[in-house]
T-cell receptor, first 114, second 115 residues
Framework: GDSVTQMEGPVTLSEEAFLTINCTYTATGYPSLFWYVQYPGEGLQLLLKATKADDKGSNKGFEATYRKETTSFHLEKGSVQVSDSAVYFCALSPARAAGNKLTFGGGTRVLVKP | KAGVTQTPRYLIKTRGQQVTLSCSPISGHRSVSWYQQTPGQGLQFLFEYFSETQRNKGNFPGRFSGRQFSNSRSEMNVSTLELGDSALYLC??????????????FGQGTRLTVV
């Protein structure tokens, strides 16, 4: 079945440091890929998405590129802020399938210190 | 535009009881999915409803059930609660384009504690 693997945290960074969170997936065909962020006590917020190979999703300074050859969708941000402290989830949705069934990675907690 | 609304936000129940959680999707969204989030198992898919029909189901026991109403609002029910059912239950809604779902938008969740 489908699966998503992302690096375990916590990841602790200083403000203005470069952030990268690795995500790889196993799925048939070309699934849609997502990054969601969860702040303390909140639900999930969609951060960015990509629906086909070589697509780059971007939002709020975060970027991720859909790499079919390496089945990866790594999240990057060039300069993090304290407000980026949260848990980040990589997820996939099956290729061209009716229905909304997301498979999530285990989440990566990021802590940005001033 | 209002987001996904889940009620209640917090619940405390006793083992053996049953509980009903509610989710109101974004206006125009016909798909509603439910997820369980726990520290040990992470985020796990429970089920999805579309046009009042269950379209997908995860690997949860029959104690977990759901339904969707004609206005797309959804409820999930857990019967005979166990301590391990303590979790954050998240609801997500999405709309359909060309027969396929777009991205999912999540509510803030219902925190269920079973004592």
């Amino acid at each position: 079945g489908d699966s998503v693997t992302q690096m375990e945290g916590p990841v602790t960074l200083s403000e203005e440091a470069f952030l990268t969170i690795n995500c790889t997936y196993t799925a048939t065909g070309y699934p849609s890929l997502f990054w969601y962020v969860q702040y303390p006590g909140e639900g999930l917020q969609l951060l960015l998405k990509a629906t086909k190979a070589d697509d780059k999703g971007s939002n709020k300074g975060f970027e991720a590129t859909y790499r079919k050859e390496t089945t990866s969708f790594h999240l990057e941000k060039g300069s993090v802020q304290v407000s980026d402290s949260a848990v980040y989830f990589c997820a996939l949705s099956p290729a061209r399938a009716a229905g909304n069934k997301l498979t999530f990675g285990g989440g990566t907690r990021v802590l940005v210190k001033p | 535009k209002a987001g996904v609304t889940q009620t209640p936000r917090y619940l405390i129940k006793t083992r053996g009881q049953q509980v009903t959680l509610s989710c109101s999707p974004i206006s125009g969204h016909r798909s509603v999915s439910w997820y369980q989030q726990t520290p040990g198992q992470g985020l796990q898919f429970l089920f999805e409803y579309f046009s009042e029909t269950q379209r997908n189901k995860g690997n949860f026991p029959g104690r977990f059930s759901g339904r969707q109403f004609s206005n797309s609002r959804s409820e999930m029910n857990v019967s005979t609660l166990e301590l391990g059912d303590s979790a954050l239950y998240l609801c997500a809604s999405s709309r359909t384009e060309g027969g396929l779902n777009t991205e999912a938008f999540f509510g803030q969740g219902t925190r269920l504690t079973v004592v």
